[in-house]
């Protein structure tokens, strides 16, 4: 496991050293899920679903949705009404 010393910008950014991007696999805009425990800040990339499977979690849901006729206007209107609560 590479060690290596990085500091923070003004803005709160962090380098993540060469090396470490590399093992990675990490490219401009890969998605990092952040968060601490205790004085440590961990980052863990995310790795990308399989294609087809968020189709296959929902299918059962959009069913569903269409045999009740619940239209894409009434999700919108139960969303506004709720953020009016």
Known sequence: MPLSV?????????????EIRDELGLEKGTLLLTYNTGD??????????EKGIFSEITEPIREKIKKLGIEKEDIEEAINEARED
């Open 6 to 18: 990085t500091r923070t910008s003004s803005k709160g950014q962090v380098v993540i050293p060469k």
């Open 40 to 49: 440590r800040i961990v980052l863990k990339k995310l790795s990308e679903p």
